[in-house]
């Protein structure tokens, strides 16, 4: 045969764009935890910077830009709600804040994850720091708990440790301060506006 | 090597629109082609084009070990100085690739022809790893083809087999992906390789090219301040080294695919020197450059390529009697290349089926042979409109 034996066809569906959660978190909470990954590890849930420097052994700058690596994430995974009043009605009063990109609400980062295993063993790991949430809505069964942005609970506020899925670690890339943009594309520019920039197709051939 | 028209399987657009391939149809003209298939028998698709293919990869190959030791040759494949220790580093370290295109003049008789070799940016390729595939799939089916039928076209199991290894190779690094702003056809071409990579189990991001940043220590970024350390773009080596953050190009540590080195590949300077090295071989075509034409005297008509084209631009068939005569219509290509030059490749037309100029590209995933690609056009020059056709083995 010289075909590719068998092509995952779901994988390549396109469904359309996922839509942010709009109604209560709790019903699809509940899911999540049942099928709760077995490979678990220790992680703490440091939720200033100072707050990182005591209990890890990690440098005030790593400390500095895990945070600022989970404050990304959290803009880019966290819940998010068409009114604050939505958001406010899961993660409680003035928790809410509007994204960055605007338009809709998403809840405060309560802290980020740091794997304990890895901070004995030197600190700074270089990878992804998670953001957690945590969850007040008087009444839920999930009232006072933590859960990471895909909603998965793991554990009440305020434990001194907690147990969560490995991938909560996975590396992701390191955030940088960036000083210009722009700096790559301009040839293409300069070409595309060749006859009258009616050009149909890209830059691959 | 057969044109067989078949019907359209009914409902196909809605299809492609839940695959998420919006570039079926560009400008009103149909871009896939269903109304018709090609059919090759298994020794035409081994001998005919499996083999040469594999064949000139690795002479290709040998092209870059000479030009890498040659300043000389460095100059004439157009590399701006300040860039061939990138080049040259990227070679040295054996800089791993993804994947390559090389297009043939073939008929299903006689030689394969090279007609050049898309080793930086190839496209086309969701509509042949997957969307072809899916094609025969839903034909056999249907019945409308017979069940043993067969496709040149192990691409995306190759693909996917690849990032694997480049996995390996590049651990703990997220694979941004990138290519320019407002082409549906290029971000459907970056998505599938992404989703291929995903399929690894690489991380992924997305970027546009116009939107990377850079940070005070000349490292790259995406648009929510990531470093990059690992892109594949979908962009020309060629632009890149021209541009404003070319500049920062070797000083930050980023693995790139394609990797440098394949600026000499996708450079048409290749040809000339192909032919140079490897003199007569048949799956090469006669390619000279601009001023060592008194040795082509031998061919009454030369097609003339500038050193950086892509989808077919600029290209012209000159005749050698009346100077540079540049030929009528549909023979003379138009476009935004050739300030740095051409170079010239003895005639050879493409083979027609009716009314049809057919080109076939010949995939390559690292050094392997992994399937065909089929294009027609109305007009001997296949450019970036020219139908994509799917194909079978029977």
Redesign the interface.
Known sequence: ?????T???D????TPRKVPRLGPLAAAVAAITLTACSSKEEAIVVETVDDCVSKTTMTREQCDAAYKSAL?EA??TAPKYRSRSQCEAEFGYSQCQSTRSGGMFMPFMAGYLVSQVMSNRGGYYG?TYNPVFHYQRPYSSHNNRIMTADGTVIGRAGQSSYRVGKSSF???????????????????????S??GGK??????? | MLRIPIAERAGWQQKAEEFGFKFHTMHGERYWDESAYYQFTLEQIEKGIEEPTEEIHQMCLEVVEKVIADDELMRRFCIPEKHWDLVRRSWKNGDPSLYSRLDFAYSGKGHAKLYENNADTPTSVFETGFWQWLWLQDNVDSGALPRHADQFNSLQEKLVNQFKDLKFLTPDRTLHFACCKETDEDRGTVQYLEDCAKAADIDTRFAFIEDIGRDPEGNFSDLDDNMITWMFKLYPWEFMFREEFGDYLGGNNIRWLEPPWKSILSNKALLPLLWKMFPDHPNLLPSFFEDELSLASDYDSLVKKPIFSREGANISIINQQSDIVKAKGSHESSGPYGEEGFIYQATHMLPKFGEHYTLIGSWLVDGEAAGISIREDSGPITQDMSRYLPHIIL
């Open positions: 045969m010289k075909k590719s034996k092509i995952n066809i994988m390549m569906r396109k990304v803009e880019r990878g996975k590396p992701k890339p390191k955030v940088t301060r960036t000083v210009s943009r722009g700096g790559f594309g301009s040839v293409a520019s300069a070409k595309s060749w006859g050009r149909s197709g890209g830059w691959g051939g």
